[in-house]
């Protein structure tokens, strides 16, 4: 039960089409913020900044926000602010996680801890935090300032309880579920709640947007996993494997261990606790996986978080920001399929 | 030029009495408040931030706070929160400057990273920082927020200074002070501003707590430099050497340094570069010293900061709160006298 791939990327990339029009000129002005905010007399700080800034991510989350103010209408400059913090959270927690998790390789480049050590990262990473809370108290809405917050908070929890789960075959698809739930979703949630919150939209599109970027987030996460086993390291700037070899218990992982014979698990055990993660057993890995559908599966049940946040947006009237927010939902999962 | 140092510790201990009398019962809701707001399903999180809690810190800041908003009649609930979000900031950047000097104790105890890990550290202090956001928005105070996520801003970026600094004998003292002015002295400041920022006093009154809190910062800072090369290790938590065997470039040693002959230069260069700094080089640090009145020198700075500390204060009314807050400048300063 192989995957088939899509790697030519044009069709996923298309998919986001319509949300990079809409959003456009308020990315220019977020690109601009971001700039300037990462600005410090302190040198290392912005050179750091700038590394992270250019190293091509798409900025899914700020659009998001940026599509959800004005999709209910929001005309003021607040989103551009809320959308730049909440990029700015999403940018600490990468250099925080890159500490944490000790990468070397972010996205096909050597990550800031690499380049200027961990200490630059925590703190680069904090500063960036600090500036993302004063963007968001300049716009003066306490409603954004505590749901943003919040999911710092969430976040960081999320960070902690993946350190438990952390080379531990037993957890469960459940304890996974409340990691990512937690270290991925809560920012896209956020991020697309604070949208209708300064537009002053109604409780009821408040948590519509909520629930789309919980599951939307669940959906990204789950196949970003799926592709460790089975992108080529050109499309993701990661390498096939990585999660391997760092050991990490990923959806694919869990599925695969639980699905195994006994001498199945005694494999499982020694590659991901006890770094046994060689290219052999990298390649045993993927048979593994394919053998028992767990990369299938994965992406079955990014799907259904993927539907979720479709139904979330149904009852909400057709606009052009709707149309884009859910085509993202098919770009997500169209990097595998 | 020796120093004599006061290690009785009553005389000093004495001097903060009348601050925690004043803010004895709502120190107690801050600490209750502490340690509600430092639970989480995820073990981890209150286990890590127990062991900081119960690692006896003075509590100073978040006494400065409470006193500073009682003293123009605050009555609310609003700043036990707030002093709780400033412990808690303070708490955060112990973690992960913990991490970053890779230091093994804190206050004569074990840090959180030699412990639990610098990865634990690391998040725990997101989460931390996170709650203390969290509170703030609770409070609802814009004015608040905007000095506290400056705050922690401007500590980001002391840090980040310091990295560059470190090791560096030719940092100059204005170079250090800017260092200390933003890591150590942001945070008094702020939990001193948001005091009358709660209690909605005027603006000259928010801008002498804010100058109270920057020079007591500076002055309580110095003090902690130069303790570093003449307290005993049960009065500090710490042992005498520690900066200097981290190879701190504190400023005592600037001093010594600027002020040495070229052959004493190079004794330091071989002790704080190349980190040639077992106890026969210690001595001869502390004898460098005080042939050069470095420590007496650090302290007269502390005591001129000290002073304008107090004459931020002079234009207020006579209050007990103000008494205790100017009290608390001779406590710093009478840690070493």
């Known amino acids: 039960m192989g995957v088939v791939l899509n790697l030519d990327g044009k069709?996923?990339?298309?998919?986001?089409?319509?949300?990079?029009?809409?959003?456009?000129?308020?990315m220019a002005r977020v690109n601009e913020l971001i700039l300037s905010k990462a600005g410090s007399d302190v040198d290392l700080i912005p050179e750091l900044a700038k590394h992270l800034i250019d190293s091509g991510g798409k900025r899914l989350r700020p659009m998001v926000t940026l599509a959800a103010a004005q999709m209910f209408g929001y005309s003021g400059e607040g989103h551009v602010k809320l959308a730049t913090s909440v990029e700015f959270m999403h940018t600490a927690t990468l250099l925080h996680d890159d500490v944490v998790d000790e990468s070397d390789?972010?996205?096909g480049r050597k990550t800031a801890r690499m380049i200027w050590g961990n200490q630059a990262s925590v703190l680069v990473g904090d500063f960036l935090l600090g500036q993302a809370f004063r963007m968001m108290v300049d716009v003066g809405s306490l409603e954004a300032l505590d749901i943003l917050?919040?999911?710092?908070?969430?976040i960081a929890e999320g960070e902690v309880m993946q350190l438990g789960v952390a080379k531990n075959l037993e957890t469960t698809?459940?304890?996974?579920?409340?990691?990512?739930?937690?270290?991925?979703?809560?920012?896209?949630?956020?991020?697309?709640?604070?949208g209708p919150v300064i537009a002053e939209a109604s409780?009821?599109?408040?948590?519509?947007?909520?629930?789309?970027?919980?599951n939307l987030g669940l959906a990204f996460q789950l196949v970003d996993d799926a592709?460790?086993?089975?992108?080529?390291?050109s499309d993701l700037g990661k390498?096939?494997?990585?999660?391997f070899r760092e050991g990490k218990v990923t959806l694919p992982v869990i599925l695969a261990y639980r699905r195994g014979s006994a001498e199945e698990r005694a494999f499982w055990t020694s590659a991901i606790e006890d770094a046994q993660c060689d290219d052999a057993a990298l390649e045993r890995a993927i048979g593994l996986m394919n053998k028992h559908g767990a990369i299938g599966d994965t992406i079955g049940r990014a799907r259904h978080f993927g539907e979720i946040a479709r139904d979330a947006l149904a009852p909400l009237r057709q606009t052009p920001q709707k149309d884009a927010l859910l085509d993202v939902i098919d770009f997500c999962i169209s990097r595998v399929s």
């Open 11 to 26: 069709r996923a990339a298309a998919s986001v089409a319509s949300l990079v029009e809409l959003t456009a000129a308020e």
């Open 105 to 107: 390789l972010r996205r």
């Open 149 to 154: 917050s919040g999911a710092a908070c969430v």
């Open 173 to 194: 698809e459940d304890d996974y579920l409340a990691v990512i739930k937690a270290k991925t979703a809560a920012l896209f949630s956020a991020a697309a709640e604070v």
């Open 203 to 214: 409780r009821n599109d408040r948590a519509a947007l909520r629930s789309y970027g919980t």
């Open 227 to 233: 592709l460790d086993y089975g992108g080529k390291s």
């Open 239 to 243: 390498n096939v494997g990585d999660d």
